[in-house]
């Protein structure tokens, strides 16, 4: 008798009481720890962005290409790389070249822009954590992982939830999923930290407040 033949004698006897019957397994694990308010759970977001040392901004929607603008002109930005379905608006104050998402761009040529921007595709207060999928406004995986320094902008409320299991119910398994926890970062043998070794060196994520403006207009 095989080695394999053994090994799955042993399963089909370990299964043979069960007739054939699908068990249901019971998941009782929490799907968000405490009971926040939505004004919580966006400052718990913010307090673990900074924990994971991504530089944190917030502004309401009419201030968002100022706060763009602002921000490129602070890091010295002359390029900026700009996803397809990203909003012009956005970027209509940014004193910058604006690089389209090309398939043929080089990562030698990506390497040698200055700042990306993008949208994301849902945020978890729980961890500080970002999460893209690779839609319009957040192009492909490679313009957020070669270029030194991403811009990331996050609608709040809307794009923030508590926990993994929420966001994992709003994400699309098939698509490109890219999670990002703070700026790439890696420790030697001696835990000396390096960062940009997998990824931009520079986090920075605007916590954009749709409804601040709306209470402006209002």
């Known amino acids: 008798m095989s080695s394999r033949e ?3 004698g042993r399963v089909r006897r370990a299964l043979a009481d069960t007739q054939g019957e699908d068990t249901p397994i019971e998941r009782t694990y929490l799907r968000e720890h405490g009971d926040r308010s939505v004004e919580e759970t966006v400052e718990l977001l913010a307090e673990n962005l900074a924990d994971y040392r991504a530089i944190v901004h917030r502004c309401a929607s009419a201030d968002l290409a100022a706060t763009l603008a602002g921000m490129l002109a602070a890091r010295g ?9 990203l909003e012009p608006a ?35 207060a729980e961890t500080g954590t970002i999460v893209l999928d690779g839609g319009p ?3 492909r995986r490679r313009i957020t992982l070669v270029p ?5 902008v996050v609608r709040v ?8 299991p929420q966001a994992l119910e709003r994400l699309d398994p098939v698509r490109p999923l890219t999670w990002i926890s703070g700026p790439s970062a890696t420790s030697d043998i001696e835990l000396d930290r390096v960062e940009g ?3 931009p060196r520079t986090l920075e994520v605007v916590l ?8 402006v207009n209002s």
């Open 157 to 164: 409320p809307d794009q923030v939830v508590s926990s993994v």
């Open 137 to 139: 406004d957040q192009g």
């Open 148 to 152: 030194d320094h991403h811009i990331c």
């Open 6 to 8: 053994r090994i799955l």
């Open 197 to 199: 070794v997998h990824g």
């Open 208 to 215: 954009v407040d749709s409804q601040a403006s709306e209470d």
């Open 90 to 124: 956005w970027l209509a104050d940014a004193d910058t070249e604006q690089i389209p998402d090309r398939a043929e761009s080089t990562p030698h040529e990506l390497d040698r822009i200055d700042s990306v921007v993008t949208a994301c595709a849902v945020a978890v």
């Open 77 to 85: 930005a002359k390029t900026v790389l700009v996803p397809p379905g």
